[in-house]
């Protein structure tokens, strides 16, 4: 057998996709269970992000992630949780005049995008490290927002999961990591396949691994089609794997996925094939340099 390999695995994501694939959990019930079967599968880390039951559509209250949250340790104490930061972060300038926000702007201010990992500690939560051209809108990340979500992060002992989509983000990472507001290791996720950010393809992963700093952990995923590809590229180069309903909706060509435990099975059976082990969550933790254990409590807990 190889190293061992962490799965993470990316729940539900900020998408209108439910539509698309009634398997995309959107109730915290729903979220938490798909998050303890896919952990049962061999996710060492669950990404979390929450909706709001009734429109199905991306939600920012911390109430629901505190739910999450309190349904997986019931079930769970040990799978690595990762609450995301991206929400709040998209902008759409109206046509007439950009510099007015269009209907479907979410933009908020980054206070309001790290409240609930100061509310709720979690081990991990994302950190995207620049701003992009994600689809038709403006996916916002400032240098200044970037700092201040991982000040959070920080002060919350929490391991930032930097989300990179382009080159320039790993360089602005570095920054930052630099400025000694990131722990060592540092641990990245390389995105690929969003337009337009980098392509899911190997050339474009081997190259922004081969820009990341000395000592970095980091893992990559591929959206649609590309998810499996990646998964395999990502081992063989050395890195971590994510799969999830959050970046792809199918098991294989015309299939849709049945739950994201089937997605994480798949991965595991590729790495696998490929002579890996599959990191445990106790596993995952010693990689990232983190405490063996560490328990989430919603504030009201804790108060």
């Given at each position: 057998m190889k190293r061992k390999v962490i799965i993470s695995c990316a729940l539900t994501g900020s998408l209108d996709t439910r539509r698309k694939n009634p398997a995309v959990p959107v109730t915290p019930e729903e979220i938490a269970n798909s998050a303890v079967e896919a952990a049962l599968a061999g996710a060492a880390i669950v990404h979390v992000h929450v909706r709001d039951p009734d429109t199905t559509l991306a939600s920012m209250e911390i109430a629901l992630y505190a739910e999450v949250v309190e349904r997986i340790r019931s079930q769970n104490q040990e799978v690595l949780l990762n609450l995301t930061t991206g929400a709040g972060a998209r902008l759409i300038?109206?046509?007439?005049?950009?510099?007015?926000?269009?209907?479907?702007?979410?933009?908020?201010?980054?206070?309001?995008?790290?409240?609930?990992?100061?509310?709720?500690?979690?081990?991990?939560?994302?950190?995207?490290?620049g701003t992009l051209n994600f689809g038709e809108y403006i996916f916002v990340n400032t240098p200044d927002q970037v700092r201040y979500i991982a000040d959070v992060a920080r002060a919350s002992n929490t391991k930032p999961e930097i989300e990179v989509f382009d080159l320039g983000h790993i360089e602005l990472a570095k920054r930052i990591i630099k400025e000694g507001r990131i722990e060592p290791p540092p641990?990245?996720?390389?995105?690929?396949?969003?337009?337009?950010?980098?392509?899911?393809?190997?050339?474009?992963?081997?190259?922004?691994?081969?820009?990341?700093?000395?000592?970095?952990?980091?893992?990559?995923?591929?959206?649609?089609?590309?998810?499996?590809?990646?998964?395999?590229?990502?081992?063989?180069?050395?890195?971590?794997?994510?799969?999830?309903?959050?970046?792809?909706?199918?098991?294989?060509r015309g299939r849709l996925a049945q739950s994201n435990a089937e997605l994480v099975q798949k991965a595991a059976r590729i790495l696998q094939e490929l002579e890996f082990g599959i990191a445990t969550p106790v596993e995952a933790r010693e990689i990232l340099g983190l405490p063996r254990q560490k328990r989430i409590a919603p504030e009201r807990e804790r108060a």
């Open positions: 300038p109206d046509p007439a005049n950009p510099r007015i926000a269009a209907q479907g702007t979410t933009l908020v201010n980054p206070q309001v995008r790290a409240q609930h990992i100061a509310a709720l500690r979690p081990d991990i939560c994302s950190l995207d490290a641990f990245f996720q390389i995105c690929l396949g969003i337009s337009y950010g980098a392509a899911a393809d190997v050339d474009s992963l081997a190259h922004m691994r081969s820009l990341l700093p000395d000592g970095a952990i980091w893992s990559a995923f591929g959206i649609g089609q590309s998810q499996f590809d990646i998964v395999a590229a990502s081992a063989l180069l050395g890195g971590h794997v994510r799969v999830g309903l959050e970046d792809n909706l199918y098991l294989s």
